[in-house]
């Protein structure tokens, strides 16, 4: 199946983690798309539900049996493991992977519930690059042109395997809906997954509003989508997500006046961007940090009033990447990275990806008994302009290997990175579901 449906990322433990709840007994599988040659790991805990504090706490006497299965069936690890830890294998097959876990049988705990947290990293993310640099003595120089390289080697892995998929499947999701009558509202929507978004829309015959910082590159964009799609409702609405009373005008705009929308059917918030150093807006908070988080936050609880309003089904899909599980974690006394004693944009990128999926967690929690749905979506690796903002020294190495990586490899078109966006934002399969991150 071209979408993989994901619980949403854990905001407490894991950086890319996901929690379930089991029977004590019962077992949970999930199925992992794997190119052959990858090393997997699993990093859990397990913990059990206690009724007198109403909560879940640790209890190490819990075990945690991991089975993993190959494309052909065949069991490549089955081990019983301790309450909290990691599991690792390595495919040697192509395709579907069934990973299973479930507790080992005491009497002690029969009946209870447990919470699993799980992380699964493939490919280079798999690694642990700080024992690695240590065992093999690698200078921080070293161990970019490492982990750089161990990039090159997944993407080669996972291009070959999209290949053989493609040829074992034969088919291509595509949304053939007539969407004529709904409403979307799309940020960042100038280029990249954002304008591919606003055109697919377009053709398919909804109204889009495109939500931009740059309001003259939005009218030439505009006319382009318009003059391919025959769609004329494709509207130009300036917002810069950095600006919070800019945001506040657009929301106004949105919600009374000749610009009043009388529905809005979805809400993309794709907009992002990186700084080579740092830079702070006018209210002094660091300028990553507020357009990747704060602006999408700001905008989505100044709608919700609109949204919670409706007769109809809404769609919140957050546009995420996967960079979020490498060893990321949230800084609560300085996301304003001000203590830093050098600013590392794509440290600062992550960490306001990562605040972006925790509230995308929290906020489809709290609408889970509303029309409202929330959900992630990660178009994958694409070309954007976000390393075109990256300007320092620092970054050279990473710019130029990885453009060689494209050169070479070839980048996911927009075409097909924006499918996992339109299966969140308007494909009938995902009316009403809740709280999945989708890649």
Avoid at 44 to 59: E, R, S
Avoid at 175 to 198: C, Q
Avoid at 356 to 380: C, H, Q, W, Y
Wanted: proline letters at 2%; hydrophobic letters at 35%.
């Amino acid at each position: 199946m071209y979408s993989h449906l994901l619980l949403l990322i854990s905001a407490l433990t894991y950086c890319q983690a996901l929690y379930f709840h089991i029977a004590e007994t019962e077992k949970k599988c999930f199925i992992e798309e794997i190119p052959d040659e990858t090393m997997v790991t699993g990093n859990y805990k397990v913990q059990l539900y206690d009724p007198n504090t109403k909560g879940y706490g640790d209890y190490p006497n819990i075990g945690m049996h991991v089975e993993v299965k190959d494309p052909e069936d065949k069991v490549i690890l089955s081990k019983l493991y301790t309450s909290e830890g990691k599991f690792t294998f390595t495919s040697h097959l192509p395709g579907e992977h069934v990973i299973c876990l479930y507790s080992n049988s005491t009497a002690w705990f029969s009946g209870a519930q447990l919470r699993v947290h799980l992380d699964i990293q493939a490919g280079e993310h798999a690694q642990d690059y700080e024992q690695i640099a240590t065992k093999d003595k690698l200078n921080e120089l070293q161990l970019r042109i490492r982990q750089l390289l161990d990039q090159v080697e997944q993407i080669t892995k996972e291009q070959n395997y999209q290949r053989y998929s493609a040829t074992q499947s034969g088919t291509k999701y595509d949304l053939n809906e007539n969407l004529e009558g709904k409403t979307y509202v799309v940020t960042g929507a100038t280029s990249g997954i954002g304008k591919a978004t606003v055109e697919e829309l377009a053709k398919r015959n909804a109204r889009v509003i495109m939500a931009c910082r740059n309001r003259e590159k939005c009218v030439q964009v505009r006319r382009d989508i318009v003059l391919n799609t025959r769609n004329k409702q494709v509207y130009c609405r300036q917002c810069d997500l950095e600006d919070f009373d800019n945001i506040r005008t657009f929301v106004q705009k949105l919600s009374k006046g000749k610009f009043e929308l009388d529905r809005i059917d979805g809400l993309v918030h794709n907009a992002a961007m990186m700084d080579a150093e740092r830079k702070v807006n006018k209210d002094g908070i660091e300028r990553t940090f507020a357009t990747n988080h704060l602006g999408s936050f700001l905008m989505t609880a100044l709608l919700l009033d609109k949204l919670l309003a409706q007769d109809h089904p809404v769609r919140i899909v957050f546009l995420n990447s996967n960079i979020i599980g490498r060893k990321c974690e949230l800084n609560f006394d300085d996301l304003n990275a001000e203590s830093r004693k050098k600013y590392d944009g794509f440290e600062v990128y992550k960490q306001s990806k990562l605040a972006a999926a925790m509230f995308a967690r929290e906020l489809a929690e709290r609408l889970k008994d509303t029309n409202i749905s929330v959900t992630v979506a990660d178009p994958g690796r694409t070309k954007s302009n976000l390393s075109s903002q990256m300007d320092g020294q620092t970054f050279f190495l990473s710019r130029w290997l990885l453009r060689i990586v494209s050169f070479g490899m070839g980048e996911r078109r927009v075409e097909k990175a924006v499918r996992p966006v339109l299966y969140a934002l308007a494909d009938p399969a995902m009316e009403r579901v809740n709280g999945v991150f989708i890649e």
